[in-house]
């Protein structure tokens, strides 16, 4: 059976939650989180196996909340682990105090920046620690938005990987994410060559040192859906649909959205763990 949850994250955006391990895998490796203390909403898609994906996309999550906890009530965010990147980002949001919408849309920017570099420094630390070399190495996917617990104007989308971001707006559905996988830069690059598989992932949070997030400012506006997912999902279930359920969607009865999300899913194979968040903004 799906978990599931829901959340007002502010006075105008609603979310809910669900995952399912699906119909052919024993082990459930996603993980997804609503946090209306922080405005997070974020999905994991854990790699590397049972126990290590698991471990991988809780202990994202875990460190990104944290992060952005420890931001919003204008505490330290560094337990002496941060990078000098970190450090910076960190620095440079403190610098960036205004009044405009600009302003605080690029200070939650860089908020949200450097919580995903400190959810990468927290999974490669484990990596390190338990000697999985980067080939080896436990990792995960992350797509997420960050509302603004004061603005409903102001969001910040972020994204590794190939979990995917819908926005549902006026009818259409749009995809905001690019997939980062050797297939989607097989397409990029004109398809030249032997076509590679779609689930190898050419970003990860955890098996490098280093790296560099997306994100993104979706400009929130009254009446968007939108949907946050794992592959499992994207892979099996088209776009139409999606489009479709999602113009169903009730603001008090979310959790029915997601679990339809998940069915379809699972009427197509289920070949993988499914986890969905859908948001509206009212």
């Known amino acids: 059976m799906p978990s ?28 997804f989180l609503i946090d209306p203390e922080t405005g997070l909403m974020v999905v994991a898609d ?23 906890d420890q931001t919003a009530r ?11 990147v970190e450090l910076k980002f960190a620095d440079e949001t403190a610098a960036r105090r205004g009044n ?9 920017q860089d ?3 450097a919580a ?7 999974v490669y630390s484990i990596n390190q620690s338990r000697g999985l070399p980067a080939e080896r190495a436990m990792g995960t996917t992350l797509i997420g938005l960050v509302c603004s617990t004061l603005d409903p104007r102001n969001g910040v989308g972020f994204h590794v990987g190939d979990s995917r ?13 690019r997939d980062q996988t050797r297939h989607q830069k097989w397409l990029d690059e004109g398809s030249i060559g032997p076509e590679p598989p779609k689930n190898v992932v050419l970003n ?18 009254r009446g968007d859906r939108y949907l946050l997912c794992s592959d499992g999902l994207s892979d099996l279930v088209e776009a139409a649909e999606i489009s479709e359920i999602l113009q169903q969607a009730e603001l008090r009865r979310l959790e029915v959205t997601c679990q339809a999300l998940i069915d379809a899913a699972n009427d197509r194979g289920g070949k993988d763990n499914i986890t969905v968040i859908v948001a509206i903004h009212t």
């Open 74 to 84: 204008g505490g330290a965010a560094d337990d002496g682990t941060l990078t000098d």
């Open 100 to 108: 405009s919408i600009v302003a605080a849309a690029g200070q939650l």
């Open 116 to 122: 995903v570099l400190r959810a990468n420094d927290a």
């Open 4 to 31: 599931l949850s829901q959340f007002a994250l502010n006075a105008n955006i609603f979310a809910a939650g669900a995952t399912d391990t699906g119909l052919r895998r024993q082990h459930n490796e996603d993980c």
């Open 204 to 221: 990860g949070v955890g098996p490098q040192p280093h790296l560099r997030p997306t994100t993104f400012l979706p400009s929130l506006r």
């Open 165 to 177: 971001m819908y926005r549902l707006r006026k009818g259409e559905l749009e995809l905001l994410t």
């Open 46 to 68: 854990g790699m590397g196996g049972h126990e290590h994906g698991e471990v991988a996309s809780a202990e994202a999550i875990r460190a990104l909340r944290e992060f952005l």
């Open 111 to 113: 908020q949200v920046t």
